[in-house]
Each structure stands twice: as C-alpha cells, then as structure tokens.
C-alpha cells in the first residue's frame, strides 16, 4: 500500500476527539491546474469569511500561459487568503492550510507550508502518471519532499464527485469541473463556516444555469459531509468576528475600487468619465467594470491599441470630460508621446498604470513596482506630471479619487500607480459617504477675473493653473496643441526665452500640488531607532512587519508614500528626523534614488526585491532588525 494512503488511513482511525484550536488569524492556499477553478473556490470562501466577519485579505496567483499542460509545473495556480478577527494587512507568509489537487501543486508550494499544515489532496490525482508529470522521482511525495509532520487529509475528490453527481447526467469532464466546490466544501467544515452563504453565492454566479447550480451544491455539501466523516483526523479552526463598525461591506479587489473612486471623482467635479482603453494584463478589468457602468454615466470603450486610448481620453478632457487611461508598464511606454501632449495642452488625464514584471512582456501575471522612474521621466522634453501611488485594494477607491481630483482642479495629466498583487487581491471595505470626501471644482474659464482679455493660457496667479475652457462653449473658441505657445498671447511661439518660462511655469503648477495634498504622516514609535520607508503596493507587509518588531521590543516606524510627484511638504523634515532610515521596494532602488535627488545629504539603507511576488514579512523583519542592531 502506497505510503500516502497508509498515512492516511492511520489518522482516520485515531480515536482522538476532534481538536477545535480558535486563532487569532490563519492562511488558506488553494492551489491545482489552471482549470480547476481554485480563485472561484477561494474567492467563494475569502466571501463567506467576510459576511462571517473576519477581516481578510487574498492573493490570486496565476501562471501567464493560457493553459499549460495538465499537472505540469508550470500550469499551477493558486489564490491564498488570510483571515482573521483582528486586522489583517497581508495575504500572510506561509500557509495554515493548503489545497493541492495534484503533485504539481503540492511540489509548487511546498515552500509556502508550515511544519504542521493541513494539506487536502485529491488521492485520485496522485497516480504514478501525475507524480511524473510533477517530476517526482517516487511514490512518496511527501516523504520525498520531507514533509513528515503535516497533516494530511487525503481523498479520491474526482471519484466521489463523479459518483455524487451520476443522478444529474452530466460527463465525466463536466462532473469533474465541480471538484473545487468538494475542496471548498471540506474547507468550510474545517473552519466551521455552514454552507448556506456559499450556496448563496453559487446561485447569484450561475443564476442562468439552474442545472450547474443543483450540480456544485450537490459536491459542496459533498464535500462538507466528509469532513464531518473524518472529524477524528484533523484539526479544525475556529477564528472569531470581529466588532466592525456598521455599514455596508463588500469583498473588492482592487481594480473594481480603483474604477469606483473614478466614479465618485468625476461625480463630484459634476464631469462624465471617459475611459479609453486597450486590453492588457492586469489592467483588464478596469475597462471591463467601466464599461459596464453605462447606468452612472460612464463611457468605457476599448480602442485598436494603446495609443488611440489615451489620445481619444485626451480628446474627452478637451470637450469637457474626465479622460482616463488604463495600462501596465509596456502601455505606458507607448502613451509617452500622448502624455507629453496633455502635459503642453494643460489637460486633465488620468492615467492608471497597473505595474507588473519586466522589462518587455516579462511576468505580465506577477507584480513589480518597476515603473516609477517611467513614470516621472518617461516622455520627451521637461514634461512633469503628478504621481500617485495606491497602497492597499481599499486604498485603490482614495487614490484614483485624488487622482481624478487633482488632474481636473489643476489641469494636468495623473500618473496612478498601482501593480498586479493589489489589483486582484481583495480586502473587506466598508462603502464610503460620499458626502465626507472633499468636493472637486473644475477650473472653468468662465471664472477667470484678470485684467487681460482670456486666453488659452491665462493662469489662475496662486495656483498656475490655466482655465479650462470646455470645447464649444460661447465665447471660449480657442486651439491648443502640441506646439509650445506664448506665455501672454496664447499664440504658438518658438521664441527662446519664452519656451524657458512655460517650462518652468509647468513644473512650477506641479511643485504647488504639494500645497493641497495631505502631509506625510508615520505610524509607530516616535523615538524609533529605525524608520521604514516604503510606497504603493507594499505597504500591508511593511506595516506588519514593523508590528511584529514592535512585539519583540524593537522601536519602528513607518511612513508610506501615497503621493510622490510632489512629494508631501514634510517629507524631507520627517525623514531627516530619524537616524536610520530603510527605503523598501520591489525595483532595484528607484524610490530611494529619487528621494536622495530630491533631499540633500539623504543617504539611506535600501531593501530591494525583484521576485515578481510579494515581500516576505519574515525576511523584512530579519534585515531590518539587522540594520537596528548595528
């Protein structure tokens, strides 16, 4: 008899009693074949846990192959949630539970496992032929990976689910398709979350197919029902609610947030919202929610490619619009030339860069934070822009608010900044009032008061800020373009010591900028013996991370950048105010170059990964607990 299966069979019949172990946090891995629908199955969960009350947060991972070879390596995919009754900021660094419904992904995620992870298997998938195709060289998996202190609950999942379903007529490929709904089934009784939330949602997701309904409620009952059968084999979990303030709740990720402050931006300037937009990986799913948002006045279309996306939102913004674009760092590269065009016009653009690895297509499913420096110089001539960068999922709706806010109040193009784990990883989120958020009010030519005759280019005096004159308005026919214009006349202008102040009038409007967004603020100790410096994406394992020193007696603190181009007007008081200082980031030390560029006599310690997956807690603690210590 197999190993696997002798291990198996001597933990159910154990005569323990069930152990009902209650937790403060714990992480869960689904992980198979790209087609065995694993972020359906976690995403599932990662809901019920939050109806349930937990707070969580999750991180789809996915191979860039359409569909690699079954079982194999490369096809894996997986989706991790953390959950917990206290706040949670990250996805976690290592599993509680894992998921495996083959040897690739056990092998696959074999680094991620704890000493005493529980691992659910499909025994029906681990056949001599799967082993090989996962490159093992026994029978013995676990053995061979030196995993011998999980816990294993191994069960023929395709088997039952073929035998469970014979009633309802379907093939074995169709039958088959519902085995993650057994998988989640047996998650839900570990954590004892009853079933009748996720049924819940199975009904919502395939309201048109009664029959696929019947047929995964069926499994996941399935599912359910056998981990009460073997309730003597494992442990089950037990993470209590949490007290949350009342509102209204949802799980997001954070595209569809990001999409929503769009919204509510354009909302409050009184604008309609134009998207214009080509697809790319994994931006994708911002054109997909605002093009389904017809019903608030958004107009979301998708274009022959990048450039004619952003040049038909600039083309918006011109006849009054808030024009956004969307991309990741390959697109970006090719709106350069566009950007440079809504810099010299002096319109608002929003331009929403969801980072991934690189250079050229690189890791289009993993995420980076490698187009910063892109982002601040990557287009010809003296050309500023504004740049944002979103920290959390939740964060996505608060970024592209101010994004969208300060593009029209000060008449320029945003650079948003967010990258692929924030993008698709979610969080709870309680729906924002609208009414707390601040208003945003379109410079209208209508409201020039100067002494001269208006102009394209008359400049409100404190702000430098040109007035919009919204195209086909009476009275305000005007041309702009990409030619440079004279600072009084409007009129295009080669003359040199013109040109020398429009570049300096440009960059000076964005300098202002740094008078009407907030201040730089840090969290943890005031006397802190190191200050970690981090932006964007990374700020939930950083927070944690100086939580957990924090816990071993060490003083840290943290300030997180969410506006870098200006930079916040204490931003040099706050970081002169420590004596070390670490910058952390997934790039080679763009951040930190920049804020030395921009603060004289700024020298400080650098963490940098390029892994294409997100920090992990555990090493941050290490290295920075090295730079307190020397």
Known sequence: MPPLIVYNTILYFMAEQTKVMTLEKVVVRFSGDSGDGMQLSGT???????????????????????????????????????????????PGDKADVLVAMNPAALKVNVKYLKPDTIVIIDTDSFKKED????????????????????????????????????????????????????????????????????????????????????????????????????????????????????????????????????????????????????????????????????ELGVKGLQFEDEIAGVSTAIGASFAGALGVTSTSGPGLALKSEAIGLAVIAELPLVVVDVQRGGPSTGLPTKSEQTDLMQALYGRNGESPVVVIAAATPTDCFDAAFWAGKLAVEHMTPVILLSDSFIANGSSAWKLPDLDTYPAVKPPYADQYKGEQVWKPYR?????????????????????????????????????????????????????????????????????????????????????????????????????????????????????????????AEQNKGQFANYLRSNIAGFNPYKFNRVKGQPFVVSRLVEEFTKIVEE
């Open 459 to 583: 400049r409100n005096p404190d702000t430098l800020v040109r007035y919009w004159a919204v195209s086909g308005t009476e009275g305000f026919a005007h041309r702009i373009g990409g030619l440079e214009k004279d600072y009084n006349t409007s009129a295009i202008s080669t003359e040199a010591m013109n040109h020398q102040k429009m570049v300096e009038t440009r960059q000076a409007k964005i300098d202002r900028i740094a008078e009407f967004i907030p201040a730089l603020e840090v969290s943890g100790d005031t006397d802190a013996d190191l200050l970690i410096v981090g932006w964007g994406g990374t700020y939930g394992h950083l927070y944690e991370a100086m939580e957990t020193m924090h816990e071993r007696g060490l003083k840290v603190a943290l300030a997180h950048f969410k506006f870098i181009n200006p930079l916040p007007k204490n931003t040099e008081e706050v970081l002169k105010r420590y004596g070390k200082v670490v910058v």
């Open 44 to 90: 599932i969960f990662s809901n019920l846990s939050a109806i349930f009350g937990n707070e969580i947060s999750t991180f789809p991972d996915f191979p860039a192959e359409i569909r690699a070879p079954q079982g194999s390596l490369s096809g894996v995919s997986g989706f991790q949630v953390h959950l917990g009754s206290r706040k949670i900021f990250t």
């Open 131 to 294: 082993l090989e195709k996962a490159q093992f060289a026994t029978d013995d998996p676990f053995g061979e990976l030196g995993l011998t202190t999980v816990q294993v609950v191994a069960a023929p999942v395709s088997s039952m689910v073929k035998e469970g379903l014979a009633e309802f007529g379907l093939d074995n490929k169709s039958a088959l398709r519902c085995k993650n709904m057994f998988a989640l089934g047996l998650v839900c009784w570990l954590f004892e979350r009853p079933l009748e939330g996720a049924i819940h949602l199975l009904e919502s997701k395939f309201a048109k197919k009664p029959g696929i309904v019947k047929a995964n409620i069926k499994v996941l009952t399935d599912g359910y029902n056998y981990g009460n059968n073997i309730d003597a084999s494992v442990s089950t979990y037990r993470i209590e609610s949490k007290k949350t303030a009342p509102g209204f709740y949802t799980d997001v990720n954070g595209n569809k947030a990001l999409s929503y402050g769009l919204i509510a931006a354009a909302e409050k300037a009184g604008l309609r919202l134009f998207l214009g937009s080509y697809p790319i990986t994994p931006a994708t799913d911002i054109l997909h929610e605002l093009s389904g948002r017809k």
